[in-house]
C-alpha cells in the first residue's frame, strides 16, 4: 500500500459521518374515526410558515404523507392498492430543530415513514401527456383582481372569518357561486372561485384535477379574478339523461368561460415508485 492510499483511507475513516436528518420527537398515532364529530384534515406548519418548529398532520393517509415528504403529485406516485387517500388515516406531530430548510424538513420526514412505516421507494421515467395552458384565440375572458381594501374601522382581523355555510346547488346543479374563495364538488360538478390568483398557480391546481403536469405558458404575469365550473371526471357524474345537456367539462370550460385552452405532447415524468410499506407504523 502507498502513503498516498494510506494517508487517503486514513482521512476517510476519521471523517465525520453525514448525520440523518431527523425531528427531535415525532409520533404517529390513528387518528379518530370519521363520522365522530368534526374532522380536521391536512398538515399545518413547519419551515416558511408561521410555526417553524412544530408540524402537525391530522387524518392523513401513508400516501398523503408520502407525496408531501417527496414534493409529488399524487398522480406521480405508484403504490399499492391499499395505499389511497383514503386507506387508514394518521394524525402525526412532529418537532422541528430550529432553522431547518424546507428540503431538511422532507428529508426528516422521507426518513420517518422509513423508520416507522418501513417505506422503501425508487424513482422511475415514464411518458405520459404533458400539458400546456395557453391563451385561446380570442384571448383572456377574465378581469386582472382588484385591490383588497383595508378592513373597515373597528373590525377585528385577527379573528378568522365566519365559516360559510354548507354550500348549496344553483339551477344547473353546480355549487352556487357564494363570492368567497371556493373549490367545491358535488354530485360530480365542480366550482373555482378566486378572486386573486396567478396562472402558474392556476395550472397547479389544472394539474391535481386532470393529473398530468401543467406547465403555465399564458405569458400573463399579474394576478386575475378566476371563476370556473365544469363537470367532474365521467365515473363520478350521475347517470345522464338523453336530453339534458352533461355540461361542459373541465377543457371545455377553460375556453368557453377562461379563453383559455391547454395543448398536449407525450414527454418523460418522473414517478415514486413504493416497493414496500407497512400498513401500521412502528411504535414511537
Given at each position: ?16 459521518s ?26 399545518t406548519?413547519?419551515?416558511g ?6 408540524f402537525?398532520?391530522r ?7 408520502v ?6 403529485e399524487?398522480?406521480?406516485?405508484s403504490?399499492?392498492?391499499w ?6 388515516l394518521?394524525d ?20 420517518l415513514?422509513?423508520?416507522?412505516f418501513r ?5 422511475e ?7 400546456t ?24 382581523t385577527t379573528r ?7 354550500p348549496?346547488?344553483?339551477k ?6 357564494t363570492g368567497?374563495?371556493m373549490?367545491?364538488f ?7 372561485y378566486?378572486?386573486r ?8 391546481r ?28 365521467a365515473?363520478?357524474?350521475?347517470p345522464?339523461?338523453a ?5 361542459p367539462?373541465l377543457?371545455q ?11 398536449s405532447?407525450?414527454?418523460p415524468?418522473d414517478?415514486l ?9 412502528a411504535?414511537?
Amino acid at each position: 500500500m502507498t502513503r498516498t492510499l494510506a494517508a487517503l483511507l486514513l482521512l476517510a475513516a476519521s471523517a465525520p459521518s453525514a448525520e440523518k436528518p431527523e425531528f427531535e420527537v415525532a409520533t404517529i398515532r390513528p387518528a379518530p374515526p370519521m363520522g365522530a364529530g368534526p374532522v380536521t384534515v391536512g398538515c399545518t406548519g413547519g419551515p416558511g410558515t408561521k410555526d417553524p418548529g412544530l408540524f402537525t398532520c391530522r387524518s392523513m393517509s401513508l400516501s398523503n404523507l408520502v407525496t408531501l415528504a417527496f414534493h409529488i403529485e399524487f398522480y406521480r406516485l405508484s403504490a399499492p392498492d391499499w395505499m389511497t387517500p383514503m386507506s387508514p388515516l394518521f394524525d402525526l406531530s412532529a418537532k422541528i430543530p430550529p432553522n431547518a430548510t424546507k428540503e431538511q424538513f422532507e428529508a426528516m420526514l422521507q426518513n420517518l415513514l422509513a423508520d416507522r412505516f418501513r417505506l422503501a421507494v425508487h424513482h422511475e421515467t415514464r411518458e405520459m401527456t404533458l400539458l400546456t395552458l395557453v391563451v385561446a384565440k380570442n384571448g383572456p375572458k377574465f378581469k386582472e383582481a382588484v385591490a383588497t381594501p383595508p378592513p373597515a374601522p373597528g373590525v377585528d382581523t385577527t379573528r378568522p372569518a365566519d365559516l360559510p355555510a354548507r354550500p348549496t346547488l344553483d339551477k344547473d346543479g353546480y355549487p352556487a357561486f357564494t363570492g368567497r374563495p371556493m373549490s367545491t364538488f358535488m354530485n360530480g360538478r365542480a366550482r373555482l372561485y378566486q378572486p386573486r390568483m396567478t396562472m402558474q398557480a392556476l395550472a397547479t391546481r389544472l394539474s391535481h384535477q386532470l393529473r398530468a403536469p401543467v406547465a403555465d405558458a399564458t405569458g400573463l404575469a399579474g394576478q386575475y379574478e378566476i371563476g370556473l365550473y365544469w363537470v367532474s371526471d365521467a365515473p363520478l357524474r350521475a347517470p345522464p339523461q338523453a336530453d339534458v345537456d352533461p355540461g361542459p367539462t373541465l377543457s371545455q370550460a377553460l375556453q368557453e368561460q377562461l379563453g383559455l385552452r391547454l395543448e398536449s405532447k407525450k414527454g418523460p415524468v418522473d414517478f415514486l415508485g413504493v416497493d414496500h410499506a407497512e400498513k401500521t407504523p412502528a411504535d414511537n
